[in-house]
């Protein structure tokens, strides 16, 4: 069965930094591309992130460019994505996203159960 | 950037309705898009790929059909566990979601 356990959210200052988490289990991770997803406080889905299988092409949403970066260890079967310079509309559940097909970059997804991140003085 | 819009935003039912969600693209993403069930504080499942196929476990009480720029997810027949947000997403070209549909009872 295909689990993602995304850690690391948490309460942030703006302009601060915060480091998520996903373990994957289930599947061969290094064969996906991964994703990043986000779901602000009674808003829809926005896709944030996404990693090649072997970490050589990373894309990213236009907000997140310069501030957010995404990275993997497929040895540790784990994503990352390193937020900085944080700003009160980045406050949203992340979510850990695994595309059906392994040659999907983006896809119909398979989701983790998320991580808050709140970004308040 | 493809945009995708939902239609209704919110639906009115009763359990044994049978009810359909229309997603609209404002350009062609060929049969690249799935359909998710999310309910409040849980993430989003996926009902639908490819257009038209059901994911896995999913009850047949839900299809998808469409191609092109025009979508829709049918339930044929409303059970109380039915009511939730749906959202399509597309994946044509990188990924956007709709706005959702929210799923009420009536």
């Known amino acids: 069965e295909v689990q993602l356990v995304e850690s690391g959210g948490g309460l942030v200052q703006p302009g601060g930094s915060l480091r998520l988490s996903c373990a994957a289990s289930?599947?061969?991770?290094?064969?996906?591309?991964m994703n990043w997803v986000r779901q602000a406080p009674g808003k829809g889905l926005e896709w944030v992130a996404n990693i090649k299988q072997d970490g050589g092409e990373k894309y990213y949403m236009d907000s997140a460019k310069g501030r957010f970066i995404i990275s993997r260890d497929n040895s540790k079967n784990s994503l990352y994505l390193q937020l900085n310079s944080l700003r009160l509309e980045d406050t949203a559940v992340y979510y850990c996203a695994r595309p059906l097909s392994p040659t999907g970059a983006t896809g119909a997804y398979t989701w983790g159960q998320g991580t808050l991140v709140t970004v308040s003085s | 950037d493809i945009q995708m819009t939902q239609s209704p935003s919110t639906l009115s039912a009763s359990v044994g309705d049978r009810v359909t969600i229309t997603c609209r693209a404002s350009?062609?993403?060929?049969?690249?898009l799935a359909w998710y069930q999310q309910k409040p504080g849980k993430a989003p499942k996926l009902l639908i790929y490819?257009?038209?196929s059901l994911e896995s476990g999913v009850p047949s009480r839900f299809s998808g059909s469409g191609s092109g720029t025009e979508f829709t997810l049918t339930i044929s027949s409303l059970q109380p566990d039915d009511f939730a947000t749906y959202y399509c997403q597309q994946y044509s070209s990188y990924c956007s979601f709709g706005q959702g549909t929210k799923l009420e009872i009536k």
């Open positions: 289930g599947f061969t991770f290094s064969n996906y591309w």
């Open positions: 490819k257009a038209s």
């Open positions: 350009q062609s993403v060929n049969i690249w």
